[in-house]
């Protein structure tokens, strides 16, 4: 007689619900919307601030009580701005200083940067090192012998060092080169070396592959190291003041020490702010997808 085996009824399995994750991610990812507008807003609120403040009066802008957008909105702040302080002579020397500068240090960079990528010689990891190490010494302790350094060339070959834009734009380019090598060191070896050497294979020299090939590759690079020089350059003031170099961050400075007639006028200095970060901010405008593509390609290997 055959038995009939009546099987158990099996317990269904248990996942986790679709539905349940799909909702988490989206609430994780609206709470981290939120997080990134609230750091964007508080991000925003000095420049916010800045562009108000240089439309108040004298006086409302040192009062607290004054409430922040301004009753009466002063325009004359900027035709005036620019009158006391010669605004335009000191906008121009900048553009000439720091311009010079970005050009000449992204190229020596360049340079170095894809000589330590694609050769390797006894000392090269030192020297890369040693490269990066510069930027842990602040810039304020090298003053006194590059000022002494300065003199000496002065008077021993009579080009004059202090008080001319060739001076401080030596000055600059020593100091943004080594950490724009080290920038740039990384993304020229990022690069495959075969495309260079098909080039040279087929009769090209090293340096011809490199500013044929090499180079326009890495220009995302080149311009994040651009941009990165151009905005330290711009905004430096403590170099530019005591060497005596007439820029715009050194004009600036006389709104708050009564230079030109002028006494703590911090109305008129922030319209100067305001005008001086429009070539930043044109500058990344025209460059953000060759510096946010240079970031990224810089970030990942």
């Known amino acids: 007689m055959a038995t009939v085996q009546t099987s158990m009824p099996l317990k269904p399995t248990r996942y986790p619900s679709i539905r349940a994750a799909k909702i988490r991610s989206v609430i994780v990812n609206r709470l981290l919307d939120l997080l990134l507008w609230v750091i964007v807003f508080i991000i925003l609120i000095p420049i916010f601030y800045i562009i108000l403040a240089s439309f ?42 720091v311009g010079s500068t970005t050009l000449v240090a992204t190229f020596f960079a360049a ?14 990891d030192a020297y890369s ?10 810039g304020s302790l090298f003053f006194i012998p590059l000022y002494l350094t300065f003199l000496w060339i002065k008077n021993t070959f009579g080009i004059p060092m202090v008080g001319s834009n060739f001076g401080v734009i030596c000055l600059y380019v020593g100091f943004f080169t080594p950490i724009s090598i080290w920038i ?19 009769g090209a020299t090293r340096f011809t592959a490199f500013w044929r090939i090499s180079l326009p590759l890495a220009g995302p690079g080149i311009a994040s190291t651009a941009i990165y020089i151009f905005m ?16 715009v961050p ?3 400075r006389q709104f708050v020490f009564g230079a030109s007639g ?38 990942v290997k």
């Open 56 to 97: 108040k009066g004298r006086g409302e802008i040192t009062n607290p009580t004054a409430p922040v957008i301004p009753e009466v909105w002063n325009f004359k702040n900027y035709p005036e701005m620019w009158r006391q302080i010669k605004f335009g002579p000191l906008f121009v020397n900048s553009i000439i200083v």
């Open 262 to 299: 002028t006494q703590l006028r911090y109305d008129l200095m922030a319209a100067a702010s305001v005008v001086i970060t429009i070539p930043i901010a044109v500058m990344f405008l025209l460059l953000q997808k060759q510096f946010i593509s240079g970031l990224t390609a810089g970030a």
């Open 232 to 247: 330290t350059a711009w905004n430096e003031l403590f170099f530019g003041y005591t060497l005596g170099v007439k820029t």
């Open 111 to 124: 340079l170095a940067g894809y000589a330590l990528a694609r050769f390797r010689f006894p000392g090269a």
């Open 184 to 202: 740039l060191r990384g993304f020229f070896a990022n690069l495959p070396p075969d495309l260079e050497e098909q080039a040279m294979v087929d």
């Open 129 to 138: 090192l040693a490269v990066l190490g510069t930027q842990i010494i602040p």
């Open 250 to 252: 050194v004009g600036i």
